[in-house]
C-alpha cells in the first residue's frame, strides 16, 4: 500500500501570477506552512513547455520538497454547477452526468473529466427533504468539470516540471475551503460572502454553515480597475495607487464607477441569498491583489453598506516561513487563497 503524502504543494494557476504554498499535516487536525511563492507571469505563457518552465521557477523560488502536488484551474471552460438528485454512488452519478449531460447540467460533457460531491450541510432538514409518497428525496451534489483536452495538458505540463500531479482543483472551490480552515467558527454558524477579486476576474461565493449556496464568476478583475485608474490619473499603476490610497477625488470616483460591475454582481447575491433564506450576511470576506488597498476596501464597503475585510487563509496554521517569504508575508497572503484551499483539501482527503 502506498504511503499517505504528508506534506503538499498547492498551486494556483492565475491568468498574471503563479501562486503556490506547502503545506504539512501535523496531529490533531493541524497544519503547518512552512514555504510559499507568488510569481508574476513573464511574458507571454501560452504553450505547455512555456507554462511548464514557469512552473519550475514557481517551485525553484518556493523552495521545499513536497511529497505531492495538486493544481488549482482558474479556466473559461470550467463547468461548476448545484443540481439536486436522489442519493446516488458518486461513480454512478458521473457515469450519468456525463451520458446525459444535456438534461441534467444543460450542456454536453462527454469531452470533459467530471467529479462530484454531496454539499454538506449542518442542516439535516436540507439533507433529508420531505418528498411525496413514491419519490425519492433530493441531495444537493456539486459537480466540476474540465474539458478533457486540458486535463491531459496540466499533467504534461506538470510531468515535465515536477514529475507528476496528484490532482486538480477548480478555484472557486479551493477559495470555498480555504476559508473553511481560517475561519471555521463562521463557516459552521453563520452566513458569508467571499470575494476575490483576481486579476482578469472575480469570484463571489456565498456560504450558509458549511453550505455552498452560490458560485458565481465575473469578468471582471484588478486589470480593469488598474486600467481606468491610470487612464484618468495618468502615470503608472504605483503612482495612481498612491494617490487613490491619498484620497485623489477623481481616483476616488474613477474607481467607485469601475468598481460598480463588481459590486452590482455582490449585491444581486446577496438579494438573491436572502431572498431564499432566513439568514442576513452581514460582512464581506475580500481576497485578492486589491484587497491590500484600504482605499478600494473603503469604497466596497460604502457601495455594499457593510463591513469588507480581508482574510488570512493561513491564519490557522503553524507557520515556519523563513527570509524574504516572512517578511513579504502580510503583503501576499490575500493572494494564497486558491493555493491554500488546494493544498488542505488534498491532504484532508487522504
Known amino acids: 500500500m502506498a504511503k499517505v503524502p504528508n506534506s503538499v504543494v498547492g498551486i494556483d494557476l492565475g491568468r498574471h501570477a503563479y501562486k503556490s504554498v ?12 512552512s514555504h510559499y511563492a507568488v510569481r508574476p507571469v513573464d511574458g507571454p505563457v501560452e504553450t505547455p513547455d512555456q507554462i511548464a518552465n514557469q512552473i519550475k521557477l514557481l517551485l525553484k523560488d518556493m523552495g521545499g520538497s513536497p511529497k505531492a502536488c495538486v493544481v488549482a484551474v ?7 454547477r448545484i443540481i439536486e438528485q436522489p442519493s446516488t454512488p458518486r461513480e454512478v452519478l458521473r457515469d450519468a452526468l456525463r451520458i446525459n449531460g444535456f438534461s441534467l447540467l444543460n450542456q454536453d460533457v462527454r469531452d470533459f473529466v467530471l467529479d462530484c460531491a454531496v454539499i454538506e450541510s449542518s442542516d439535516s432538514k436540507a439533507q433529508q427533504q ?8 433530493k441531495m444537493k451534489y456539486l459537480v466540476g468539470g474540465l474539458p478533457r483536452k486540458e486535463v491531459g495538458q496540466l499533467e504534461e505540463m506538470f510531468l515535465k516540471s ?10 472557486p472551490i479551493c477559495i470555498f475551503n480555504a476559508f473553511e480552515l481560517s475561519n471555521d467558527e463562521i463557516f459552521k454558524k453563520e452566513a458569508f460572502l467571499l470575494v476575490d477579486i483576481g486579476h482578469a476576474a472575480s469570484t463571489v461565493t456565498v456560504g450558509l454553515r458549511k453550505e455552498l449556496i452560490i458560485v458565481r464568476t465575473l469578468e471582471y478583475g484588478g486589470k480593469a480597475l488598474m486600467d481606468a485608474l491610470v487612464r484618468h490619473g495618468g502615470g503608472n499603476a504605483a503612482s495612481v495607487l498612491g494617490l487613490l490610497e491619498g484620497g485623489d477625488d477623481l481616483l476616488v470616483e474613477t474607481a467607485r464607477l469601475s468598481l460598480a460591475a463588481l459590486t452590482r454582481e455582490i449585491s444581486s447575491s446577496i438579494g438573491f441569498f436572502e431572498g431564499r433564506h432566513e439568514e442576513n450576511i452581514s460582512q464581506i470576506f475580500v481576497s485578492g491583489g486589491a484587497a491590500n488597498s484600504k482605499a478600494i476596501l473603503q469604497l466596497l464597503a460604502e457601495e455594499l453598506h457593510m463591513p469588507c475585510e480581508v482574510w488570512n487563509p493561513l491564519s ?8 524574504s517569504q516572512k517578511t513579504k508575508f502580510a503583503d501576499d497572503m490575500t493572494n494564497l487563497n486558491v493555493a491554500c484551499g488546494a493544498a488542505v483539501e488534498f491532504l484532508k482527503s487522504k
Do not use: W
Open 316 to 323: 490557522k496554521c503553524e507557520m515556519t516561513l523563513h527570509g
Open 162 to 171: 515536477y514529475g507528476s500531479l496528484d490532482g486538480i482543483q477548480l478555484s
Open 130 to 137: 420531505v418528498a411525496a409518497p413514491g419519490v425519492l428525496p
Open 74 to 80: 482558474t479556466s473559461p471552460n470550467a463547468l461548476l
Open 22 to 33: 506547502m503545506l504539512h499535516r501535523r496531529g490533531g487536525g493541524r497544519f503547518q506552512c
